[in-house]
C-alpha cells in the first residue's frame, strides 16, 4: 500500500483582514511582513502598520528612489 502525503504551503495567501508591518533594511530597501512573524535578519521595523494594501501604499509613498543606500552614496562622491 502507498503512503499518501498532503502537503501544504507555508506561503499560502493569508486572510484579507491580516496585518503587516512595513520593514527597512540598511540599504533602506522597503518590504512588507506579516505582524505575527518575528522580523527576518536584518530587517526592522519601519513604524507603520496596516492591511497589506495600506503598508504597499506606504511603500509607494515614501521609497521614491529604488537605488540601495550604498549606491546613492557611492554616486554622490
Not at 5 to 28: D, G, K, L, W
Not at 36 to 44: A, D, H, I, S
Not at 49 to 62: F, M, N, Q, Y
Request: glycine letters at 4%; proline letters at 6%; a negative charge.
Amino acid at each position: 500500500m502507498r503512503a499518501q502525503y498532503i502537503m501544504t504551503s507555508t506561503n499560502a495567501s493569508p486572510a484579507p483582514q491580516e496585518r503587516y508591518i512595513v520593514v527597512i533594511n540598511h540599504e533602506e530597501q522597503y518590504s512588507i511582513w506579516p505582524e505575527y512573524r518575528e522580523l527576518p535578519l536584518g530587517w526592522f521595523d519601519a513604524g507603520k502598520r496596516g492591511s497589506k494594501d495600506e503598508c504597499l501604499a506606504h511603500i509607494t509613498e515614501v521609497w521614491t528612489d529604488m537605488r540601495p543606500l550604498s549606491l546613492r552614496k557611492h554616486l554622490q562622491s
